[in-house]
């Protein structure tokens, strides 16, 4: 996929219901939920850092919830949809593979399982960043980028708005995204959180 070009299937991360929830039966609570008060406004004043050269992500930080995860890279399923990561692994989120890379010019997806049978998950907290968190994904280069939340939203996945999710942006943007919303048992979540960040500092090693 060429710098700046974002196209992406429906609902990108629905493969990651297939195990979410499970905790949830052994007696473990619902992901936290964003307020109204983060959902996605207006493009303000917002500072913007020139976009960095293509850098394959090897681990995201998100100090606000003590998130220090290594990257893999994802594919897609025979059905279009993004590969969830490994649900053997809690603490690993996933960067689809064809797809710009955080820093680049376009916008850029990290997904991360919200629980597995073991527990939360990398990206359980999503919910709870609020409009001006910050967040690091480092790369191979052993460069860095550093952006800011902008808002926190839910999506049902049956009315996923693909468009303003992964559609480009000002300069580099990042979407994280997870399960999330209301839970049923053997229907799983029924909707994606998704965070909405936007490039402040770049680093290249």
């Not at 406004?41 to 998130?67: C, D």
């Not at 597995?116 to 191979?140: C, I, K, M, N, W």
């Not at 926190?152 to 999710?165: A, G, I, L, S």
Request: proline share 8%; net charge neutral; hydrophobic share 40%.
């Amino acid at each position: 996929m060429r710098e700046g070009r974002s196209l992406w299937p429906g609902t990108i991360a629905a493969g990651l219901a297939l195990v979410a929830g499970a905790w949830l039966l052994q007696g473990g609570t619902l992901p936290p939920l964003p307020g109204a008060e983060q959902a996605l406004g207006a493009v303000g004043s917002e500072v913007y850092a020139p976009p960095r050269p293509r850098a394959v992500p090897t681990r995201v930080r998100i100090p606000r919830l003590g998130v220090d995860a290594p990257v893999t890279t994802l594919g897609l399923d025979r059905e279009g949809r993004l590969e969830a990561p490994a649900d053997t692994d809690r603490n690993l989120a996933g960067w689809y593979r064809e797809g710009v890379t955080p820093g680049q010019r376009g916008t850029a997806v990290l997904a991360g399982h919200v629980d597995t049978r073991e527990g939360p998950a990398v990206f359980y907290g999503l919910g709870s960043l609020r409009r001006g968190d910050q967040l690091e994904v480092a790369g191979a280069d052993r460069g860095a980028s550093w952006f800011v939340v902008d808002a926190v939203e839910v999506y049902p996945k049956k009315d996923f708005p693909d468009e303003k999710v992964y559609g480009p942006g000002r300069g580099s943007q990042l979407r994280l995204i997870t399960c999330g919303g209301s839970y049923r048992e053997g229907e799983g979540y029924d909707g994606n959180v998704v965070v909405f960040a936007h490039l402040v500092r770049g680093v290249s090693a």
